[in-house]
């Protein structure tokens, strides 16, 4: 797999003494540890009552859509783990992690605060974060596309060897992953998250800049409870969001 080889030097020494001389040896071995290429970015908010999916919040107990929000978080962790790319987690209220709440994040170690920024912002800067840490290729997601499976992840970042970027739109007309090889200053512009049309907006910007990009499968992010009533009646048997699936079910016996 793709991997930065960073070579560390340990010197071993052994001193023996007999009785016709002192003698004296090193051994040098040389350790290789691979950094991998490419990072996967989870943009996340710190699961708070209340804080989190507000619009599902109107028409749902706050106390099941911050259950539903914990799953997914879970979810997503998982079906971005793999062995070719790292992940890295940016999250909201960064200064709640403590060791009894990381378990929201599985137990994740490469975590850090988006910031007190505009959302553009945000991500531009979880994007330069991950670039200094001498990652190549890079794709941002949310945790709200419960449709998403790992051969989305794979295939973004797979896309990025012949492509200079990659976006994956949602049926809302946003998009739920974008994958960088440098930074891209104009599609964190605040105004493009402002109107209806943000995937083609970020696109339009590609093409001005002569940026080749992928696209991959169109997925339903979840923001209203309309969504998540589609999810369940037609896409969550085919989900890999085993925990969201299984809190669902709980939720859908007990009514």
Same mark, same amino acid.
């Not at 004296?24 to 209340?50: E, G, H, L, Q, W």
């Not at 670039?131 to 896309?159: C, H």
């Given at each position: 797999?793709?991997?930065?080889?960073?070579?560390?030097?340990?010197?071993?020494?052994?001193?023996?003494?007999?009785?016709?001389?002192?003698?004296?040896?090193?051994?040098?071995?040389?350790?290789?540890?691979?950094?991998?290429?490419?990072?996967?970015?989870?943009?996340?908010?710190?699961?708070?009552?209340?804080?989190?999916?507000?619009?599902?919040?109107?028409?749902?107990?706050? @106390?099941? *859509?911050? &259950?539903?929000?914990?799953?997914? !978080?879970?979810?997503?962790? %998982? /079906?971005?783990? #793999?062995?070719?790319?790292?992940?890295?987690?940016?999250?909201?209220?960064?200064?709640?992690?403590?060791?009894?709440?990381?378990?929201?994040?599985?137990?994740?170690?490469?975590?850090?605060?988006?910031?007190?920024?505009?959302?553009?912002?945000?991500?531009?800067?979880?994007?330069?974060?991950?670039?200094?840490?001498?990652?190549?290729?890079?794709?941002?997601?949310?945790?709200?596309?419960?449709?998403?499976?790992?051969?989305?992840?794979?295939?973004?970042?797979?896309?990025?060897?012949?492509?200079?970027?990659?976006?994956?739109?949602?049926?809302?007309?946003?998009?739920?992953?974008?994958?960088?090889? @440098?930074? *891209?200053? &104009?599609?964190?512009?605040?105004? !493009?998250?402002?109107?209806? %049309? /943000?995937?083609? #907006?970020?696109?339009?910007?590609?093409?001005?800049?002569?940026?080749?990009?992928?696209?991959?499968?169109?997925?339903?992010?979840?923001?209203?409870?309309?969504?998540?009533?589609?999810?369940?009646?037609?896409?969550?048997?085919?989900?890999?969001?085993?925990?969201?699936?299984?809190?669902?079910?709980?939720?859908?016996?007990?009514?």
């Amino acid at each position: 797999h793709d991997a930065l080889p960073i070579c560390l030097l340990i010197e071993f020494s052994n001193k023996s003494i007999n009785s016709f001389y002192y003698c004296s040896f090193y051994v040098k071995v040389i350790v290789v540890i691979y950094m991998k290429d490419n990072a996967i970015i989870i943009f996340t908010r710190f699961p708070s009552i209340n804080k989190v999916k507000t619009r599902l919040s109107k028409n749902l107990d706050s @106390n099941l *859509v911050l &259950e539903i929000h914990k799953a997914m !978080i879970k979810d997503t962790i %998982n /079906v971005c783990k #793999n062995n070719f790319a790292d992940v890295i987690l940016f999250i909201t209220e960064y200064e709640k992690l403590n060791d009894n709440t990381r378990e929201f994040f599985n137990f994740e170690n490469k975590i850090y605060p988006q910031g007190d920024f505009s959302f553009g912002e945000k991500m531009k800067n979880a994007f330069k974060k991950t670039f200094e840490m001498r990652y190549k290729k890079v794709i941002l997601i949310g945790t709200d596309i419960p449709t998403l499976i790992k051969e989305d992840i794979s295939f973004a970042l797979k896309s990025l060897d012949n492509f200079d970027v990659c976006i994956h739109k949602t049926f809302d007309k946003g998009y739920y992953l974008i994958g960088l090889k @440098n930074i *891209v200053d &104009e599609v964190f512009d605040e105004n !493009i998250f402002k109107g209806e %049309n /943000v995937f083609e #907006n970020t696109v339009e910007i590609f093409k001005k800049q002569n940026l080749s990009y992928s696209t991959g499968r169109i997925l339903m992010d979840i923001d209203e409870k309309s969504d998540l009533e589609f999810y369940l009646k037609n896409e969550m048997q085919y989900s890999e969001y085993s925990n969201l699936n299984k809190l669902l079910r709980e939720f859908c016996n007990e009514k």
